[in-house]
């Protein structure tokens, strides 16, 4: 199958063309080249040219990001995080007879978030990259029971609040998640009436 998309053009089989209409959805949300090839499993420099093609630009270049528990560091990020994962799950389900469930199910769940959150995307295909392929390449399916992820040190599950029963990223050690605003909610009263 000959695959030409404007400045690359070389014989792609059809399982590679997959790849390359994935990479090349990746690159129009912006994801750099090195998660490109990561997510999508297309070679390094057709991810580079895909992305410029796409963007009219280099990818940047440099580290990606190594610190999940960035995730933790608000309640926003903590319902963006744990809202991507569990799309992220239904997509790999829904999509798991494809050869490329994985990139197939990495970017339509980061395009229906940024679609349902716009002007409010805190996370980036490079750090949803690191939290699903760092800590959920193995036990996935496990995401939407708690399942904890599989970094080396500071894991986190999804669970859901035991007041709102909104679904958040929490530290994996928790068993009975509250989140803050709920919290709040319980002081707040409190400190009126004192």
Partial sequence: MEHTSGHLAHKASAPYASKVAIAQALAGMGARAVTITAVARTKPADSRAIYKEVNGTQSLSGQTPTNHEWFLGSRSLRLQAAFLLLMYVSYRERHSADADAHGIAFTLAYHNYRRLYPGEVLISPER??????????????????????????????????????????????FRKYECADCQAKVEAPQLLAA
């Fill in 128 to 173: 949803l990259a690191l939290l699903i392929g760092g800590g959920y390449s193995i036990g996935w399916r496990e995401i939407p029971r708690g399942g904890v992820s599989k970094f080396a040190a500071g894991n986190v599950k999804v669970t859901k609040c035991r007041k709102c029963a909104l679904p958040h990223l929490v530290e994996a050690h």
